[in-house]
Structures are given as C-alpha cells and as structure tokens.
C-alpha cells in the first residue's frame, strides 16, 4: 500500500532554514504530481506547493503566494524522494506538514512533520 | 477567513443521518471546480473520503455520501457511528486565487 514518510521537521528561530523530506513507497512516484499542505490551529488547511511528474513535458513546481521566493519544492525520482526546502521562516509558517499525493485533489497522506519557528 | 464556508459544529445521535454543507462562490464550487471531502481523526493525518464530488475512494463504507449543487456542496453521514466522530474538511480550487482552497472544517460529534 502506498506510504508516505516525513522527516526534517523541528524547532527553528525565525529567520532560520529548514529542509523536509517524505520517502514515499507503493506506488510509481516518478509519474506522479506530489504536493505539501500544512495543518495550523489558527488556519487549519493550507496547500503550500506541488510539483508535477514525469508524465509532464517539463517538471514545474507551483506555490502558495506566502512561500514564494522563501520555499522550494524539489524530488528525486531515483529515490523516490519529496523535498520542501524552507527559508526565510516566519512564525506563521509554524505547522504539521504533510506529504500528500495528488495535485487538485490529495489521495494519500504521510503522518505530518511539525515545524514550529520560534525564537 | 477561508474562501470555503463549514458550519464549525454539526453532532447526531448513533445511527442518524448528519449532514455538512460547503459553501462557496463562483469563483470556486460555482465555477464547475469539483469538490472534495476529507476525515480527520483525532489525532491523524486527514483521509480522503470523497473525491469529484461524489467519489468513494476503496476502502471508504458507503454511508458516506456527496453532492454538489450550484455554488455549494454537501457531505452525509447516515447511520452515524461513534467512530464517525472527526473533523472534516471540504476542498476545492479558486480561479481567483489561483490555488486549491480548503473549508474551516467541521467537528462532528456523536451523542
């Protein structure tokens, strides 16, 4: 079955850096859209960015427009690999973030990485 | 404020039927995008539980239920049980701020 696993996640100073990955497994990853959406008390559900998969004639990535410029999405198809690489961080960017499957829609979810910017 | 409108609180007694309303504009629900349906249990990662509108992924009983209709969409739950109790979070895209949008979420709670 598929399985999706986040790492990375942590207490960072705002200001600070901070890399997730997300192993994913049972399903072929290469050809598909991965996305990030991140879970906040105050906010609930926010989609963050995705990313499309090699069924598409150029990989692009898109993003919410408060992470732009500050976060990047990236993978590695050989490893099966989903990275969300965050600079910049800001209080507001505290939250559980998840790994998901999917584009417009989120068919699998990992268990969440909490990510919490404090000083 | 979410561009996807939930009711924060809907509660049912076993074995009744509950429903949750999603409302939205024309720019989302109204403008032909689909709607989806997510369960969050305590303490979990949320679950897809409606896909298109109507969709049950496997796996999903099908006491749960969707529909759609004019700016604005529903998820039911008939035969409540007490292992239905979750938040749940409707989903769509906006055409004018060029994103997926997600309600508020709706705490259901059964008696």
């Known amino acids: 079955q598929v399985q999706l696993v986040e790492s990375g996640g942590g207490l960072v100073k705002p200001g600070g850096s901070l890399r997730l990955s997300c192993t994913a497994s049972?399903?072929?990853?290469?050809?598909?859209?991965m996305s990030w959406v991140r879970q906040t008390p105050g906010k609930g559900l926010e989609w963050v960015a995705f990313i499309s998969g090699s069924s598409s004639y150029t990989e692009y990535a898109e993003y919410v427009e408060s992470v732009k410029g500050r976060f990047s999405i990236s993978r590695d198809n050989a490893k099966n690999s989903l990275f969300l690489h965050m600079d910049s961080l800001t209080v507001e960017d505290t939250a559980v973030y998840y790994c998901?499957?999917?584009?417009?829609?989120?068919?699998?979810w990992g268990q969440g990485s909490l990510v919490t910017v404090s000083s | 404020q979410s561009a996807l409108t939930q009711p924060p609180s809907v509660s049912g007694a076993p074995g009744q039927r509950v429903t949750i309303s999603c409302t939205g504009s024309s720019s989302n629900i109204g403008g032909g995008y689909d709607v989806h349906w997510y369960q969050q249990l305590p303490g979990r990662a949320p679950r897809l539980l409606i896909y298109?509108?109507?969709n049950r992924p496997s796996g999903v009983p099908d006491r749960f239920s969707g529909s759609k209709s004019g700016t604005s969409a529903s998820l039911a739950i008939t035969g409540l049980q007490a292992e239905d109790e979750a938040d749940y979070y409707c989903?769509?895209?906006?055409?004018?701020?060029?994103?997926?949008?997600f309600g508020g979420g709706t705490k259901v709670t059964v008696l």
């Open positions: 989903q769509s895209s906006d055409s004018s701020l060029r994103r997926v949008v």
């Open positions: 049972g399903f072929t990853f290469s050809d598909s859209y």
């Open positions: 298109g509108n109507v």
């Open positions: 998901v499957t999917g584009q417009l829609f989120y068919y699998d």
